[in-house]
Nanobody, 119 residues
């Protein structure tokens, strides 16, 4: 069972920056991919960005050019650097880790961290 703990959320003005961190309870070398998801008020959870074990990344169109996902395997940590924040980025951000045991996929989730962008 992988436990994930997020930090770094808060209140920021539009145009500002925040960096979210997510620390995994076990070696991130055993984790195939990390992702950051968000759930805006009254909306469905959506994928923001993910990074594979090989370092490949993908982003939602709405954050391309503004957000950067990265991982530090030595620290078992994944980051989400968020620049040029907009009011519509306001959401609870959740860290996700994916690992495979044989052919079985396991998803693990953090408790979430609130990001509020004032306009």
């Amino acid at each position: 069972q992988v436990q994930l703990v997020e930090s770094g959320g808060g209140l920021v003005q539009a145009g500002g920056s925040l960096r979210l961190s997510c620390v995994a309870s076990e070696s991130s070398f055993s984790i195939n991919a990390f992702g950051w998801y968000r759930q805006p008020p009254g909306k469905e959870r959506e994928l923001v960005a993910f990074i594979s074990s090989g370092g490949g990344t993908n982003y939602a169109d709405s954050v391309k050019g503004r957000f950067t996902i990265s991982r530090d395997n030595a620290k078992n940590t994944v980051y989400l650097q968020m620049n040029s924040l907009k009011h519509e980025d306001t959401a609870v951000y959740h860290c996700n880790a994916v690992s495979y045991r044989g052919y079985t996929r396991h998803d693990y989730w953090g408790q979430g961290t609130q990001v509020t962008v004032s306009s």
